[in-house]
């Protein structure tokens, strides 16, 4: 309710000058001579000062119910994990009722991170990043039915001269029905890996996501579509649906985007405009049923053509799975995660590039990765924490061209071999300080200290 009280002494501060101003109105309608006294007359004017007094005495009992409400909230006990969303109380009899059911029904979330970058092999380089800040909005219409909406802007500064992004994370609405069985439509992320889902800093290791969930599985990946979900009694949760893919005929040769980032991040949708005359179907499973472990899998396939008249690559599929595993027990965080992605017919196109640009990015046939990551609890307080860790990722965005050979221009480029060590430090359960440092085995120009700082709510 804070958001509101500023305001409150507003009315009362009104009221006052309401009073004062309609004994001026008085003296200077009087004082106006004939003009006036032919149109108004003083029984005309008591009677408005009468009328702006009884709306004041209204005004008045509001601000009276909207002090009692702030009084209520302020006796509440504990701190809810969420911030219940504010809005404008209605103005009628059943006001109160309408504000206590619109917060108990709506929350509100949020998350950002910091981070600072300093290459070993180039130091005049660091940089400091503001990654991303994000706020979400969650809704509950009924017991049944609910709407999820997310909004990030990363890097700090979104314009037409700068880097950074504002974008609609998610939006989806969903019914869970008296069997249990949930279904959900609009722009969601998909059910891959660790992090697609929970990207929040306080929920993975390192100032900065792994590199196979930002290669591999193109974190943060979200489709518009439809999907159904639930959970069996043998704590097997699974989900299956239908939604847009990614349209091939976006890549750019003549961009390094596609071996950068990834390339499923050079040529997703992300629900602006996303090409949608081929659909792709997902599915995920995953079990939960001995205490601390979790076990599962996913699978996303389409082809990513999109129908493109003349374009060598429509008969184009991409077929994208990982398979994942965590348990927690003994203070011991253990995660293992592999990821492989295949598109099929790039042959023809890759030649088409290699004809036609200088230097051509090519569209790799293969992309894979993995990791192991282990850990530990180290030591915890009431409030503080402190995670150590150990990371080791594999990963190729560009393992295979198809049946191209090195000599036509395809050349696959070694493995990313990368240790992460580094420490988690939670000041409470929402705000965490990072720091790790990285070593390419195989590049190692790569190489680098980070430090970072994130919250959640």
């Given amino acids: 309710m804070n958001r509101l009280m500023p305001g409150v002494g507003a009315p009362l501060r009104c009221g006052r000058a309401l009073r004062l101003g309609a004994a001026v109105a008085v003296g200077l309608l009087v004082a106006a001579g004939p ?25 008045e009992a509001k601000v009276r119910e909207l002090e009692a409400l702030r009084t209520a909230a302020a006796a509440g006990v504990g701190q809810p994990s969420r911030a219940t969303v504010e809005a404008p109380p209605a103005l009628d009899a059943g006001g109160r ?22 290459p070993s092999q180039a130091p005049d380089q660091a ?28 890097h700090a500064v979104t314009s037409s001269s700068d880097q ?5 994370e998610q939006l989806w609405v969903e019914h869970e029905f008296k069997s249990g069985l949930r279904a959900k439509a609009g722009l969601f ?47 097997l949760s699974w989900e299956v649906g239908l939604t847009t893919g990614f349209n091939l005929s976006k890549w750019d040769p003549g961009s390094t985007e596609g071996r950068d980032a990834g390339p499923l991040q050079a040529i997703h949708g992300e629900g602006q405009f996303a090409a949608a005359s081929n659909l792709s179907g997902y599915g995920a499973l995953n079990w939960r049923g001995w205490p601390g472990l979790q076990l599962g899998a996913a699978v996303f396939t389409g082809k990513v053509g999109q129908q493109t008249p003349g374009f060598a690559g429509d008969d184009s599929r991409l077929l994208l799975w990982d398979a994942h595993l965590r348990y927690t027990v003994a203070g011991w965080d253990l995660t293992a995660l592999y990821a492989r992605g295949t598109i099929s017919h790039t042959d023809a196109l890759d030649e088409q590039f290699l004809a036609t640009t200088p230097s051509a990015t090519l569209v790799p046939s293969l992309f ?11 030591w915890h307080s009431d409030r503080i924490a402190l995670d150590p860790f150990l ?8 393992a295979a061209f198809g049946s191209l050979v090195a000599a036509e221009g395809a050349l696959v480029q070694p493995d990313d071999r990368v240790w992460t060590l580094g420490a988690s430090l939670f000041v409470t359960s929402g705000v965490v300080f990072k720091v790790d440092y990285q070593r390419n085995q195989t590049y190692n120009f790569k190489d680098g200290l980070n430090l970072g700082v994130g919250y959640s709510f």
């Fill in 35 to 59: 003009v006036h006294a032919e149109t108004l007359t003083l029984e005309s004017l008591a009677a408005k000062v009468d009328a702006l007094e009884r709306r004041n005495a209204e005004l």
């Fill in 189 to 235: 992320l998909m059910p891959f890996g660790f992090l697609n889902q929970n990207h929040e800093p306080t929920a993975y290791f390192g100032v900065f996501r792994n590199q196979v969930e930002r290669t591999i599985i193109p974190t943060t990946w979200r489709e518009v579509g439809l999907g159904v979900s639930g959970t069996t009694e043998a704590a």
């Fill in 391 to 398: 990371r080791y990722e594999q990963y190729n965005d560009a």
């Fill in 164 to 168: 950074g992004e504002s974008e609609v």
């Fill in 127 to 154: 940089t400091v990043d503001v990654q991303r800040a994000v706020i979400a909005l969650q809704h509950r219409f009924d017991e049944a039915t609910k709407m999820v909406g997310e909004w990030e802007w990363e």
């Fill in 97 to 118: 009722g309408a504000l206590a059911e619109l917060a108990a029904s709506t929350t509100v979330s949020s998350y950002g991170e910091i981070g600072y970058n300093r």
């Fill in 368 to 378: 894979r990765g993995g990791f192991l990551q282990a850990a530990y609890h180290l």
